[in-house]
T-cell receptor, first 112, second 121 residues
Framework: KAGVTQTPRYLIKTRGQQVTLSCSPI?????VSWYQQTPGQGLQFLFE???????NKGNFPGRFSGRQFSNSRSEMNVSTLELGDSALYLC???????????FGQGTRLTVV | AQTVTQSQPEMSVQEAETVTLSCTYD???????LFWYKQPPSRQMILVIR??????QNATENRFSVNFQKAAKSFSLKISDSQLGDTAMYFC??????????????????FGKGTLLTVNP
């Protein structure tokens, strides 16, 4: 069974631009959550989606948004990029009721 | 809000020896999950072990075991027979199951800051 797939793996963007990151969960997993990892703040929860609905949202500005499609694939979007948005963005998928989250390899975003 | 604290930023161990990583957490919940994740230099976050709070028995996965002390809110990870491939950042994480009409838990993990473990040959 394929694992969680995140694309792209690396991304360089300019301040003020917007970016879209993609996450394909493990087959059968309907919950997808997103995390931001930085050296200063560590791992922080962004949001979680289940059946195309956002169930949880972390403490991030409205520039961070996401969505989930009917096939459970998820995208997150960051608009008006700032230098501080440079981070590793991790996606995790879960099979509801099993109490385990499996992570993708992440997308390394660099804002210059 | 839940908090997770890992008091050891870095640790090292000799190959084949045993090492214990510490984690404490704060919550008012009685039912929750605790996890240890491993993040090697490849940056892939790998689930090492999971503990359900309502289970008194400590979880074990091969060379990895936990010491779960619910009253003390402590959750340490013991790695036996350390191998070079165990070199990684280790994160302790907490998850509170949230029910409702979603059919199960809401998967929001709260992580500690991590412990960088180096296994020396």
């Amino acid at each position: 069974k394929a694992g969680v797939t995140q694309t792209p793996r690396y991304l360089i963007k300019t301040r003020g631009q917007q970016v879209t990151l993609s996450c394909s969960p493990i087959s059968g997993h309907r919950s997808v959550s997103w995390y931001q990892q930085t050296p200063g703040q560590g791992l922080q929860f962004l949001f979680e989606y289940f059946s195309e609905t956002q169930r949880n949202k972390g403490n991030f500005p409205g520039r961070f948004s996401g969505r989930q499609f009917s096939n459970s694939r998820s995208e997150m979007n960051v608009s008006t990029l700032e230098l501080g948005d440079s981070a590793l963005y991790l996606c995790a998928s879960s099979f509801v009721g099993r109490g385990k989250a499996f992570f993708g390899q992440g997308t390394r975003l660099t804002v210059v | 809000a839940q908090t997770v604290t890992q008091s050891q930023p870095e640790m090292s161990v000799q190959e084949a020896e045993t090492v214990t990583l510490s984690c404490t957490y704060d919550t008012s919940e009685s039912n929750y999950y605790l996890f240890w994740y491993k993040q090697p230099p490849s940056r892939q976050m790998i689930l090492v072990i999971r503990q359900e709070a309502y289970k008194q028995q400590n979880a074990t996965e091969n060379r990895f075991s936990v010491n779960f002390q619910k009253a003390a809110k402590s959750f340490s990870l013991k790695i036996s027979d350390s191998q070079l491939g165990d070199t990684a950042m280790y994160f302790c994480a907490f998850m509170k199951p949230q029910g409702g009409n979603s059919g199960g838990s809401n998967y929001k993990l709260t992580f500690g800051k991590g412990t960088l473990l180096t296994v020396n040959p």
